[in-house]
């Protein structure tokens, strides 16, 4: 087994969780996710033994960052959901150290990615490259699959973690980020946002193009260059210069006395069902089918199949 010398323990997947071998793919990414859940090494590396689990990682990192070693850099582990992904990354485990909210980790558990990613980096000679797309050297599931793995912590310090360890691999420490004005926010939390671009980190500089161009200002953080995330990180991070329409969550919506009947096609504006109940945040934006109306509740759906049943002000006919 192949494995970095920060690995201080050994917790060997079943051999029916991985692939022998790499097909003669060159190692050259590095893929982090995330535990979901407070976990040591040895405990996520024993979910691995488990048969037919159907997955694994190269590396696990506990929440006291000690870190364990699961499939042999020579093999491909099964982390990602992309074949051609995990032929070529190293693939690690990171335990957090909070149950939902962002899923953050600790800092010893993110001092030991660092010092692992510059390991692994040092050893196949290549850097850390982050645009948020399958194309970098840097990657998470979320690239390959509908997941909110690896966590919103880890996904807003992934530009952080670049940087980080191309700093240390050119034997200097990150280069200081000249000071910029604070970012003015004059919206809040809960306003719908219409935007032509997205951030990965609420410090990020890369504009990037959004997976979607509505969500809703779950987060602000004063004085950052993008101080607003969108629907709890899973469409990333705002500022004023990006956002094209807003809808305050004081204000009516547009349509709210346009008529919406069955066989219309709305665009939802806000995760709570018509009871109040909250739906995954990814719903916001989406385009759904009208199933059926009375009143002011609208039932949503893809075809006949019911998504939720929702209150009109939360939608917009399109």
């Excluded at 990682?57 to 074949?83: F, H």
Aim: hydrophobic share 35%.
């Amino acid at each position: 087994m192949t494995k970095s010398d920060l690995a201080s323990i050994v917790v060997e997947a079943d051999s029916s969780n991985y692939t022998k071998g790499r097909k003669g793919y060159k190692i050259c990414k590095l893929t982090v996710h995330h535990m979901a859940g407070i976990l040591t090494a040895e405990q996520c590396g024993k979910i691995f033994q488990s048969s037919n689990r159907q997955a694994s990682s190269n590396y696990g990192i506990g929440n006291d960052g000690k870190i364990a070693c699961y499939v042999g850099e020579e093999d491909r582990a099964w982390a990602s959901s992309s074949a051609t992904n995990d032929y070529q990354a190293i693939t690690v485990e990171v335990s957090n150290n909070e149950i939902g909210g962002d899923w953050k980790v600790s800092d010893a558990a993110w001092n030991a990615l660092v010092n692992l990613a510059v390991d692994v980096c040092k050893r196949y000679n290549f850097r850390l490259t982050y645009d948020g797309t399958p194309n970098g050297s840097l990657t998470t599931h979320n690239m390959f699959i509908q997941t909110t793995c690896p966590g919103a912590y880890l996904k807003n310090k992934l530009p952080e973690l670049a940087e980080t360890v191309n700093a240390i691999l050119d034997g200097s420490k990150p280069k200081p980020v000249v000071p910029t004005a604070p970012a003015k926010t004059n919206r809040k939390v809960g306003d719908v946002v219409t935007i032509n671009g997205i951030y990965t980190a609420s410090n990020s500089t890369n504009k990037l193009n959004p997976a979607r161009t509505t969500g809703t200002i779950t987060r602000i953080i004063e004085g950052a260059l993008n101080p607003y995330l969108l629907d709890n990180g899973n469409l990333g991070w705002v500022n004023d210069s990006v956002i094209i329409n807003t809808t305050t969550s004081t204000q009516k919506p547009e349509n709210s006395n346009v008529e919406i009947k069955s066989g219309d096609k709305v665009r939802v504006l806000k995760n709570i069902d018509y009871n109040g109940t909250k739906l995954i945040s990814s719903i916001v934006g989406g385009i759904y089918d009208v199933i059926e109306v009375a009143g002011d509740r609208v039932v949503i759906g893809k075809g006949k199949n019911v998504t939720a049943a929702m209150n009109k002000s939360s939608l917009q006919k399109i």
